[in-house]
């Protein structure tokens, strides 16, 4: 440093530069006026920088004259520099803990390096969008303790810092708003400023997906319930997969001028909600269609728990909570004691119940009975194939905020494109389901001897509800295992559920699929509803599909190791079949019928090839289950 900058002192630049003084103009830019930033003495003396001399920053001054001469070979000292210095500095004397808070400075500055007010300012490209001293002046600059009324003091000036040099019409709407009234009028610290949504060095443009997906979370740090009920909408899962083209925060409250809804310029308010839809719903976008009037009433932030504001919710939530807890703990009980009894009696080496086959001609090594023709074959496999589909893709939509979410729907193309494979696979599924439902009906409609509650009927009988009670008997060790008949009870359960299923969930996503036309004759909380029905059923059928059901056909003890393959040969061993339909067997013994039903068994490759896809299907299932339980459980 020259020695005549070296005796220059605060004192003597104070006598030309305090903010008591006359202001200083200096030529400017196009032959302008610049004027001089003026020093208050008590506030740089309070500042952080208070304790330093104003040559260890204006390096180049070589006198105190007016018009300073200046070193030309030395340039003025940034922000950036010197603080990267002194944290070099703090490294090599290994003093990083005791100042640690110039490793946050320095992690501010490369945020900020990134930022969007980094970039050149496209008046003048010489210089960034804004340089820390635009925010943070200087010669002033200092962060009150929290919870000190400076704090307060300083928190209320953050918006008239970034707004009334640069962003003039945000801080008017920001005035204005619900946010700017707290923390303006009221000194409400805990009220949103412009660094709550926009940061206060990592700012990037607003139009970008960045910032939009982190705007809705910057929401969130505040309005935790509204985020979280956000969330579970369609809107906050094409959000929580990572993706920004559905409707966020800003989108129907605004950026700034945020009013409450019983305002009548508020976006939110009744009368104005169905134009604020109609922004994203409208027919002038590709793929949309304009909002109709149920929208209005739509809850994006319903919940389940508030009866006051959304019954329709409570109520639906109270049912399939009810529901999921009756079959799972009747079903997951009856696993549990059908493996401990079968494992027993297994270790016990009690024999099978036998069936008197003397005067057949059976060789059981070559003969199979035929259980399933090749419809109800290639039906349960494209059943299986879709339904798998249809979780992976429908629960990746209902755990967006799950680590394994995103990354299912970006290899898929995104939302869109898995909400269009979920809408085909359901198609697929909902047609399959159709064409098997008349081609029964039909079959059966026609056969005039068909007992509808007869023992080759699927329909529930008193046989069944006996042969369940008499399962539990069974199992505690106080009866003989039930002699099941074509149709076990649980496999009717099965049967029937696929019944249930279909409608709750088609009908349920069928709404939600076309919007528009729902919204024109249904009121809106039935998108609430709706979502919420699709989802827990789904959920439902996904969890008993691959514990319950693949329980009763694969992990049995009887079973193992899996799988059975009774629904890709459509075949059983007489001895299979004997075990586990001994009433059918029975009665086709008794009825001479035996042998119509008998077939070739299935050739080695046929019966290897079933295997391997049966152990393929049973691994992705229960990949789903784990994909599932991760969800559920908040992974």
């Not at 970008?208 to 906050?236: I, M, P, R, W």
């Not at 739509?298 to 389940?304: E, L, R, S, V």
């Amino acid at each position: 440093m020259p020695a005549a900058a070296a005796e220059l002192g605060n004192a003597g630049c104070l006598e030309c530069h305090e903010s008591s003084k006359k202001k200083i103009e200096v030529p400017g830019k196009d032959d302008e006026k610049r004027t001089l930033a003026h020093i208050n003495a008590g506030k740089f003396g309070k500042g952080i920088h208070g304790d330093m001399q104003c040559v260890a920053c204006h390096k180049e001054i070589t006198d105190s004259k007016a018009n300073h001469a200046k070193a030309k070979d030395i340039k003025p000292a940034n922000c950036v520099t010197c603080h990267e210095a002194l944290w070099e500095t703090a490294k090599q004397q290994k003093l990083t803990e005791e100042k640690k808070s110039l490793g946050l400075i320095v992690r501010n500055i490369e945020a900020y390096k990134n930022s969007f007010h980094a970039k050149p300012d496209k008046d003048d490209p010489s210089r960034p969008m804004a340089t820390c001293e635009d925010c943070h002046n200087s010669h002033e600059f200092n962060v009150p303790p929290k919870g000190s009324e400076r704090r307060t003091a300083w928190h209320k000036t953050i918006p008239d810092t970034c707004g009334a040099k640069c962003h003039e019409d945000q801080l008017e709407a920001y005035s204005a708003s619900v946010h700017g009234e707290e923390v303006l009028e009221k000194g409400n610290v805990k009220s949103a400023v412009c660094t709550d949504c926009h940061t206060s060095h990592n700012i990037s443009g607003t139009a970008s997906e960045t910032f939009k997906l982190a705007n809705v979370n910057a929401c969130g740090s505040c309005h935790e319930k509204e985020l979280q009920s956000f969330a579970d909408t369609y809107h906050g899962q094409v959000n929580r997969l990572g993706y920004a083209y559905a409707a966020k925060c800003a989108d129907c409250h605004e950026s700034h001028k945020i009013l409450p809804a019983d305002h009548p310029k508020s976006t939110i308010n009744p009368k104005n909600r169905l134009k604020t839809c109609s922004k994203c719903h409208s027919d002038k976008k590709p793929g949309m269609h304009d909002a109709t009037p149920g929208f209005v009433t739509f809850g994006p932030h319903a919940n389940t728990h508030d009866f006051e504001k959304y019954p329709q919710m409570y109520i639906a939530s109270k049912f399939m909570v009810g529901l999921l807890i009756f079959v799972f703990a009747f079903f997951w009980a009856h696993s549990g004691l059908w493996y401990y009894r079968e494992w027993q009696d297994r270790k016990a080496g009690k024999p099978h119940a036998r069936i008197d086959t003397r005067g057949l001609n059976l060789d059981e090594t070559k003969q199979h009975f035929r259980r399933f023709h090749w419809g109800w074959r290639i039906g349960h496999l494209v059943f299986a194939l879709v339904t798998m589909t249809l979780v992976l893709t429908g629960t990746t939509a209902l755990y967006a905020e799950s680590v394994w979410a995103p990354l299912v729907a970006k290899a898929v193309g995104g939302p869109k494109m898995l909400g269009l494979i979920h809408r085909v696979a359901a198609a697929i599924f909902v047609g399959i389901f159709v064409i098997h439902f008349v081609y029964v009906m039909q079959k059966l409609l026609r056969d005039r001897s068909f007992r509808w509650f007869g023992p080759d009927s699927l329909i529930p009988n008193w046989k069944d509800f006996a042969d369940c009670w008499g399962m539990f008997k069974w199992f505690v060790g106080r009866g003989p295992k039930p002699m099941f008949d074509r149709w076990a009870y649980f496999e009717k359960f099965d049967y029937w559920a696929v019944f249930w299923g279909v409608n709750i969930i088609g009908w349920s996503g069928l709404m939600l699929a076309f919007p528009h036309v729902t919204a024109q004759y249904l009121p809106g909380w039935v998108f609430n509803v709706g979502t919420l029905i699709h989802g827990e059923e789904a959920f439902l059928a996904a969890v008993f599909l691959f514990t319950v059901h693949f329980f009763n056909n694969h992990f049995r003890p009887d079973k193992l190791p899996p799988p059975d393959v009774v629904m890709f040969t459509g075949t059983q061993s007489l001895r299979e079949f004997r075990h586990d339909h001994p009433a059918h067997y029975q009665r086709m013994v008794d009825s001479g019928e035996l042998s119509k039903y008998l077939v070739e068994a299935p050739s080695p490759a046929m019966t290897r090839g079933s295997k391997i896809l049966g152990l393929a299907l049973i691994a992705v299932g229960l990949m789903l289950l784990v994909l599932v339980g991760i969800g559920f459980f908040g992974g």
